[in-house]
């Protein structure tokens, strides 16, 4: 069965630091989302991407984030000068229609 | 917005028993219902996909139903096993394509 890959899985960085996380999603999806989990809370929304540019974001989702869609097949994330409280389970999810997706494992990030 | 409410937020039972694990949501607006799974540390595992237009699937021991006109969906799981100890969520997507998820129903089935 077709899956969303996530690397890496674990990263661990200092704060201020820019970090990327990657995601390979489905190859014949069209909707690219990312999404958090901060330890003990809620997943949240952060960012859908349809065609080639941001559909809907939340106010997570600020300055210091960005995503981009730089070959073909990656879907990345990059926080440009993390913070403590960026520490969390980073999801990403791919959609071959809007509203069915497909979650890969997760990207877990800690910021000391 | 909407808001997603999993009741309780921990169960634990012992095995081979039958259980319900209940999502309420606020806005009845919603495209579909999808229920997850998460291991303690890993990703989410999609179980069951509810669509607006349907009031039940089911899948194997694993049998969800959804009322949009109430609000609330239910997880059904029969005959429970220790292998079924988990956090099981609760998401919603309606306008705009987001999904809302619930807080998690935290279970644990005793040998």
């Known amino acids: 069965e077709p899956e969303v890959t996530q690397t890496p899985s674990h990263q661990v960085t200092q704060m201020g630091q820019e970090v990327i996380l990657r995601c390979v999603p489905i190859s014949n999806h069209l909707y690219f989302y990312w999404y958090r989990q901060i330890l003990g809370q809620k997943v949240e929304f952060l960012v859908s991407?349809?065609?080639?540019?941001?559909?809907?974001k939340s106010e997570i989702f600020d300055d210091q984030f960005s995503v981009e869609r730089p070959d073909g097949s990656n879907f990345t994330l990059k926080i440009r000068s993390t913070k403590l409280e960026d520490s969390a389970m980073y999801f990403c999810?791919?959609?071959?229609?809007?509203?069915?997706?497909?979650f890969g494992a997760g990207s877990r990030l800690t910021v000391l | 917005k909407q808001e997603v409410t999993q009741i309780p937020a921990a169960l634990s039972v012992p095995e081979g028993e039958n259980l319900v694990l209940n999502c309420s949501f606020t806005?009845?607006?919603?495209?579909?219902l999808q229920w997850f799974r998460q291991d303690p540390g890993k990703g989410l595992t999609s179980l069951l996909l509810?669509?607006?237009?349907?009031r039940e699937q089911t899948s194997g021991r694993l049998n969800a139903s959804l009322d949009k006109s109430s609000g609330r969906s239910t997880l059904y799981i029969a005959a429970s096993q220790p292998g079924d100890s988990a956090t099981y969520l609760c998401?919603?997507?309606?306008?705009?394509?987001?999904?809302?998820f619930g807080t998690g129903t935290s279970l644990t089935v005793i040998p």
């Open positions: 999810a791919s959609g071959g229609e809007a509203n069915v997706l497909t």
């Open positions: 998401a919603v997507i309606g306008t705009g394509n987001q999904f809302y």
């Open positions: 806005d009845s607006a919603i495209y579909n």
């Open positions: 509810i669509q607006s237009s349907q």
């Open positions: 991407f349809y065609n080639n540019e941001i559909s809907e």
